[in-house]
Structure formats: C-alpha cells, structure tokens
C-alpha cells in the first residue's frame, strides 16, 4: 500500500534549469495537491487539481506550472528554476464525498536545492 | 480567506510535562479543524481531526476540541515522551469549490522533548 509516492526525494538544480517533480497517488483519489514548506512559513498550496483534467492556482502558483496526466499522477513543472524556490515540495490527495472526512494523504516530500 | 494562527516555537519540554500548542483561526463557511505531526524527514501525518463545533478529536494521547465560539483548536497532551518530538500543524479546510476542501495551514510548532 504505497499511498503517495513522489519522485525524486532530493534535487539539486542551477539557476534557469527545469524540471518536474512527479507524484503518483495508488487510493482512487479524486484531488489532489502540490505544497510548498519553507521555514516558518508552513505549507503554502501551489497548485489543486480537484478531479482529472481540472487545475486550479493556489496561494503561490508563480513560477509553477501542473499536469494532471490521469486521475493516478499529478506532476509539477519548474520551467526556469530560481533561488526563491529553494524549499520541501509536497504532494498530497483526498478523496471526495459528501462528509467532512477529508482524508488528505500526503507524500514523504522531495527537497529541492536551487543554486 | 482563511487563516490559520499558531504559537509560535520552538517548544521545549522535559518528559511528562503537560503540552499545549494554541491555535486559532478565521475562515469563510464552517471549517473543519485539523492537527498534523511531521516527524524529522517525513511527510505530514494527520494526528486529530474535529468536524463540528464542540466536537473533541482524540490520538495517541493528544487532544484537542473545536471551540467556535472562541474560533480554537488548542492541542493538548497531559503526559509528553520524547518520541513525540517532532513539527506540530493545525490546519483547517472549507469547501472552495469545486468540491477541492483545500488545507490552509499555520506555520507549524516544532517540539522538543527532552529525558
């Protein structure tokens, strides 16, 4: 039972180089997340998709950009890395229902190094 | 919008010492309140969770109740171990629409606990 599962764990990027992080959820969840922690600041939501082929911009979705390839995978895209985006990427789901049993899942979290 | 307002850390206690972490929020619509524990280089788990007012949500010996009067969702244990040092979240999530219940986050609580 895997849950969610994010690849890579650890990157180190140079300035202006791109790259997705990638994220599989394995429960038949509907939504799902893309987070950014930095210190002191908490999770901040980059990006939502709240079912397959639907996205929507979050609280800081600059510099960002997602695909939600199938109702599984939820990647994220850097398309010209910067310093600023030095921080803990996490990739999260929850399935959907008519109670408030949210039921967010979250992945182990891929730290990126941008120098 | 939504916000979320904890105390801020970090938090040192002996073993057996009494926790509280504070937290309270704002929101738009009636939110559902949320905990969660990051360990040290893991993802988020979810500790508790309280979906109505009054309502006490229960885990490994944490609680915390869903007051809204006074719009709260303090985190208590009566008895810490180190085992539970670790980052300490509240969370709340409304429906944004589209059915997407995005989490809004506080910026986290780290505790230490110390023999």
């Known amino acids: 039972n895997a849950g969610v599962t994010q690849t890579p764990k650890f990157q180190v990027l140079k300035t202006g180089q791109s790259m997705t992080l990638q994220c599989a959820q394995d429960m038949n969840h509907n939504s799902m997340y893309w987070y950014r922690q930095d210190p002191g600041m908490g999770l901040r939501l980059i990006y939502y998709s709240a079912s397959e082929g639907t996205t929507d911009k979050g609280e800081v979705p600059n510099g960002y950009n997602v695909s939600r390839l199938n109702k599984r995978e939820f990647s994220l895209r850097l398309e010209s890395a910067a310093p600023s985006q030095t921080s803990v990427y996490f990739c999260?789901?929850?399935?959907?229902?008519?109670?408030?049993?949210?039921?967010?899942?979250f992945g182990s979290g891929t730290r990126l190094t941008v120098v | 919008g939504n916000s979320v307002t904890q105390m801020e850390g970090p938090v040192t206690l002996s073993e057996e010492a009494f926790l509280t972490i504070n937290c309270t929020y704002t929101a738009t619509g009636y939110p559902s309140l949320f905990w969660y524990v990051q360990y040290p280089g893991e993802g988020l788990q979810l500790l508790l969770k309280?979906?109505?007012?009054?309502d006490k949500g229960s885990n490994k010996g944490f609680e915390a109740t869903y007051r809204k009067e006074t719009t709260s969702f303090h985190l208590e244990k009566g008895s810490v171990q180190v085992s539970d040092s670790a980052v300490y979240f509240c969370a709340l999530t409304t429906n944004s629409g589209a059915g997407s219940y995005q989490l809004t986050f506080g910026k986290g609580t780290k505790l230490s606990v110390i023999p």
């Open positions: 309280a979906t109505k007012a009054d």
């Open positions: 999260a789901s929850r399935t959907h229902g008519g109670t408030k049993n949210y039921g967010y899942t």
